[in-house]
């Protein structure tokens, strides 16, 4: 084959390739859905992996090694949700019973709010307060009581309560399967590069796994810690459903600044309309003022330390794009793929402007 052919065919190989990346990204977007549990499983793998070479560094068998994680996880989650799952009922519950009541206390506020400071006549101010509040007081009742007879008594609420089972019963045995055959996925990966750029795609890869190590473990021991110290502060504060409370403010700590963003505010609201006065708002507020700052100084950089390299701009960013593009499978590629794009970057920034 002369030069102008071989030019040719490797034109029209880049065009496939292209193409099938398309096809890969549209295929990938379009059964976001059925991914939840292959991204959940591949994200447990990542996350349980150190944890399974360290035993087989004990002369463990590495299938040993993975059941005897998962039973132990599996345990862990077992017994948490038998001490908490009550609390957590309970408190849910009441909140649903309550909910009418704080929102009109938020009318009254809103109502004394907008006639003290006279932005519009007394009685239109009441009947729009009204109108826009009176349906969001019953939100959590009805769905309270109607979210269980529509899911058993309509087909399609059925079937989407069965595949969600089957979802979460898919993910364990997706993990294991994934942490047995961890090794083999990357050697499969390097047999499909060009051996003069395997040196440098294991390079780069090192790298990503190094930022999405420290991010995705550090962030979640952060969140769990926090958890704990928010239920406590909480707790010992009178915050109303603290342990709710306490649980979503952690959790949101997972993502830098959200605990402020999401937590405080929430945190803040339901305890000056149960308490009605300004002492134990404030005293929500020390527990926040008290653990983030700690958090930052002490916990942070024992766990995570420097080598995230994610700004959290770019993180809260790629949270909600991808969850705009692709739901919770989006949310949970998110930084993942901020990492990916990152290392593309300096890989970009070495060769091209170094």
Known sequence: MNEQGQQNLLTWKRIWLILIVIAAIWLVISARGALVPIVAAFILAYLLNPIVEFLEGKKFPRTSAILIILLAAGLLIFLLWISIAPVIKVQALTLAERFPGYVRVVERWLESGLTYFQFVPPNEAKKFISDNLAALGQLPVQIFKSGGTFLLHTTSGLFSLIIGIAYLALIPVLTF????????????FFQFIHPDYRREVRLRLARL????????????????????????????TDVPFWLLLGIL??????????????????TLTFTAIQHQDWIHPLLALIVFAIISP????????????????LHPV????????????????????????????????ETVQDHYLG
């Open 294 to 309: 700690s958090a930052g100084m002490f916990i942070i950089p024992r766990v995570i330390g420097g080598r995230v390299g």
């Open 209 to 236: 796994n190094q930022m999405l190590g420290s991010f995705i473990r550090g962030q979640l021991i952060v969140g769990l810690t926090l958890s704990a110290l928010y239920i406590l502060g909480f707790y010992l």
């Open 249 to 266: 403010t952690g959790l949101a700590s997972i993502f830098p600044y959200v605990e402020w963003i999401v937590g405080l505010p929430i």
């Open 177 to 188: 399967y994934t942490l047995r055959d961890f090794d083999q996925f990357g050697e499969t």
């Open 314 to 345: 770019v993180v809260i960013a790629a949270i909600l794009m991808g969850g705009e593009l692709m739901g919770f499978v989006g949310i949970l590629l998110a930084v993942p793929f901020a990492a990916a794009v990152k290392v593309g970057i």
